[in-house]
């Protein structure tokens, strides 16, 4: 049978509340994945329009991707000082851009190795923003062919920050992230819009595929009411919190 220890010391550190956390490997399954995303823009909209917007080279700039990568982690995290927006796009080109135009653009200029490129709606940025403030951390599976791995995310917006459980609870705050996103909000305001860009720290520890996966499993939990609940109990109330409640809320086997 699938468990994992949920009888956690609930204190101010993050370590101490994660320490009693015991980690086992569940037996593979394919049905579980997620297909619905809470955090993509107007994905109704581009299924619809199914022809991609060319990008523009003077648009965006190529050459000014990347974080200072030598942060910490958790409660020792330091800001990883990312590029800002404008160094990576026009934005007065981009002002004249349709919210779905300038979506389709960022979401292309991102494929490729270690880097991600989602949005998402204003309103559900601010309701994210809102529950992070009391609910900082959480836990989550990431399947890998007969098991799963299971990830520690930190929610500071403006970034969100992942890495392996068992490197938190090796190195606590001293553990570095193995994928960091920013959330910008240049164009809240005028486009109802915020742009995320994701960064693969370890591209030997994650695919693309999972990072995206994570980071929109992880807002879906923020931003889902009932899969809320789940956070909540996990930061406030953490004797009570059982993993495999997580699992069930993905469809994955408890066995």
């Not at 297909?35 to 000014?64: H, M, N, Y």
């Not at 007065?92 to 979506?103: G, I, M, T």
């Amino acid at each position: 049978m699938q468990r994992l220890t949920s009888r956690i010391n609930a204190t101010a550190e993050v370590s101490s509340l994660l320490r009693t956390i015991l980690l086992n490997e569940a037996p593979s399954s394919s049905s579980w994945l997620p297909r619905r995303c809470f955090s993509t823009f107007s994905l109704q909209q581009r299924v619809k329009s199914p022809e991609k917007v060319a990008i523009p080279g003077d648009l965006l700039k190529w050459g000014s991707l990347g974080f200072c990568r030598t942060s910490r982690f958790a409660s020792g995290f330091k800001p990883l000082e990312p590029k800002p927006l404008d160094s990576i796009m026009d934005l007065n080109r981009a002002k004249s851009r349709s919210p779905e135009d300038l979506a389709s653009i960022w979401d292309d200029y991102h494929l490729g190795r270690g880097h991600i490129g989602l949005t998402m709606k204003a309103k559900l940025y601010r309701l994210l923003e809102q529950r992070s403030l009391d609910c900082r951390y959480f836990v989550v599976p990431l399947w890998r062919g007969s098991g799963y791995t299971t990830m520690f995310a930190q929610v500071q917006l403006p970034y969100m920050l992942f890495t392996g459980l068992e490197d938190y609870k090796a190195r606590g705050t001293q553990a570095s992230p193995y994928f960091t996103a920013t959330f910008y909000t240049d164009f809240v305001e005028s486009k109802d819009m915020v742009l995320i860009r994701g960064d693969i720290v370890f591209t030997s520890k994650l695919t693309d595929e999972e990072a995206k996966w994570l980071l929109e499993t992880t807002q879906s939990f923020y931003l889902n009411d009932v899969r809320y609940k789940l956070v909540e109990c996990f930061n406030k109330e953490p004797r009570d919190f059982e993993f495999k409640d997580v699992l069930r809320a993905l469809d994955m086997p408890i066995l």
